[in-house]
């Protein structure tokens, strides 16, 4: 399949906001998509995920500042991040699975892009 491709990765001031987008033709129509994010120190964890359907799941710490979305057209994924701290520094990716159900765990997907830096300063 064609690779997923981050992009909107960059370093921005705590408080702040990016807007992250992946390019996923043929994916964004019938399977599960999300964003995992790598912290240094920590292991890759997800932060939102989206099924076909529409539904959304977040992280904890994504609730309420993150937004996962996608455009079907466009078979664009992207995750809208406000008020980034610097907790949230670290290498963002783009998953997918073929499946109608996804799980908020990293063996879950095997699809992933090649990841997008966001760096956040105090």
């Known amino acids: 399949r064609v690779p997923l491709v981050e992009s909107g990765g960059d370093s921005v001031q705590a408080g702040g906001s990016l807007r992250l987008s992946c390019q996923a033709p043929g994916y964004t129509y019938n399977w599960s998509m999300g964003w995992f994010r790598q912290t240094p120190g920590n292991e890759r964890e997800a932060v939102a995920v989206?099924?076909?359907?529409?539904?959304?799941k977040y992280a904890e710490f994504a609730q309420g500042r993150f937004t996962i979305s996608k455009d079907n057209v466009k078979d664009v994924l992207f995750l809208q991040m406000d008020h980034l701290t610097p907790e949230d520094s670290g290498m963002y990716y783009c998953?997918?699975?073929?499946?109608?159900?996804?799980?908020?765990?990293?063996?879950?997907?095997?699809?992933w892009g090649q990841g997008t830096q966001v760096t956040v300063s105090a």
């Open positions: 998953v997918a699975d073929q499946a109608l159900v996804a799980t908020m765990t990293a063996t879950f997907f095997d699809h």
């Open positions: 989206v099924e076909p359907d529409g539904r959304t």
